[in-house]
């Protein structure tokens, strides 16, 4: 299992930022709520180091903006610092215009904070599809090297099932589209690359799966989490319906040792260092 590298991936948000959040926590009320995201991001980096493991940081701009000084060690501990948008809009809610700003505006506040160049981008709820990849236009406009902000699985909330599993050149060869890791069962797609499934299926699911990707097809990984999905202890929304409830917290308490144990199992690096984004970008 240790003979191909993949990458894993942190999207820095906090536990009340989710999309699945927006009609239950205003934005206006963010600034109220108690903040736990740079505790849990400590414990991600202990895990990181502990396991030897270079990872890739997708950062909102106003958690960096808040946080300044965890997004400085992120950077200092050798991880990659990438975008995930400045307040967790989803691109289907933005026209170009203000996509652009957005992009622009949190790719210069990164870079400012860090002192180092921000090559990547990860969308808001994997919100580029089939309906908007102008997106990746306007990203390689901006300067990005790569993108992955694409799952190509059937979902209600995202997903763009047709498109390839592995990384492949977008925007007319000026941005590399690196979608979360998927395995093809049966003719359907099955998310193998984290998130609420890591947590939904079977810990030996997982890795078998993996273990396929690498193995059975000879291709890189791309494994995502959320710092709270480390944290069983956040403080509940209230209001939310069964299904929310039900994908938020599922399997929380049981997340950390799983990590641990993936880290463990799989060779892991940074986004910039397994896929070839440097042959990308202006």
């Not at 299992?1 to 989710?18: I, W």
């Not at 047709?162 to 979608?179: H, K, Q, T, V």
């Amino acid at each position: 299992m240790r003979r191909l590298k993949n990458a894993m991936t942190v999207d820095v948000e906090d536990y009340y930022q989710v999309s699945a959040f927006e009609s239950h926590v205003e934005k206006s009320q963010w600034a109220s709520m108690p903040s736990r995201v740079e505790a849990n991001v400590e414990k991600i980096l202990q895990l990181f180091d502990d396991a030897e493991v270079k990872g890739t940081f997708f950062t909102l701009g106003c958690v960096a903006n808040s946080h300044p000084s965890m997004v400085r060690k992120i950077v200092a501990q050798g991880h990659e610092l990438a975008s995930h948008g400045w307040e967790h809009i989803r691109v289907t809610q933005q026209d170009r215009g203000a996509f652009r700003e957005d992009i622009s505006r949190t790719r210069s506040l990164l870079e400012d904070i860090s002192g180092t160049a921000v090559l990547g981008y990860r969308a808001a709820s994997y919100s580029i599809g089939a309906d908007n990849l102008w997106a990746l236009d306007e990203l390689a406009e901006a300067g990005y090297q790569y993108s992955s902000s694409i799952v190509p699985i059937h979902h209600d909330h995202y997903g763009m099932p047709d498109a390839p599993r592995f990384a492949f050149p977008a925007a007319g060869g000026r941005l590399l589209e690196i979608p979360i890791s998927t395995l093809s069962i049966a003719g359907r797609n099955f998310n193998c690359g984290g998130g609420g499934w890591f947590r939904l299926y079977p810990y030996a699911f997982s890795r078998w799966a993996l273990k396929r990707l690498n193995t059975g097809e000879s291709q890189s990984g791309i494994f995502y989490f959320h710092p709270w999905e480390i944290d069983a202890d956040q403080p509940r929304i209230s209001g939310l319906g069964l299904k929310t409830r039900f994908r938020h917290y599922l399997n929380l308490g049981r997340m950390h040792s799983r990590v641990k144990s993936l880290l463990s199992d799989f060779e892991w690096d940074r986004v910039d260092r397994v896929f070839p984004v440097n042959e990308y970008g202006q």
